[in-house]
């Protein structure tokens, strides 16, 4: 499936480290050390859901946003951190853009009576954890 309009969407995950308190465990490194890059294809991120919650002070409208992927199998899970927009500079390293966050990887529902598989939905938070 092709988005002629579509924006790149990039996947950036971050290398795994030796846990200090922990030697024999492997946890995720830093942002701010080296990432691995993968430009999603077919993917793009949209507002999935907006809820007006009411208060006696004030008004406002929550937004979440999702990562939609027409590939299921796309290696793309919790943890990892998504660009939309943005640049790979010279020194291969990705810029600008808004960045979203990965905090849980759903799977993809298939059609039991036809085998249908749509796209996944993957939910976004603005902040990491």
């Not at 971050?14 to 024999?24: K, M």
């Not at 990965?102 to 954890?129: K, Y």
Request: aromatic share 8%; glycine share 10%.
């Amino acid at each position: 499936m092709e988005f002629p309009f579509g924006e790149q969407v990039v996947r950036e995950r971050r290398q795994l480290v030796i846990d200090p308190y922990d030697p024999g465990t492997s946890v995720p490194g830093s942002w701010e050390a080296t990432l691995t890059y993968l430009e999603l294809d077919s993917a793009f991120i949209a507002s999935s859901s907006s809820t007006a919650p009411l208060d006696a002070t004030r008004s406002q409208i929550l937004t979440e946003k999702s990562l939609y992927l027409t590939d299921p199998d796309a290696d793309v899970r919790a943890g990892d951190r998504v660009r939309r927009g943005g640049s790979e500079g010279e020194d291969g390293i990705w810029r600008g853009g808004e960045v979203l966050y990965v905090n849980v990887r759903p799977s993809a529902d298939t059609n039991p009576f036809t085998g249908w598989q749509p796209v996944v939905e993957i939910p976004l938070d603005m902040t990491e954890g």
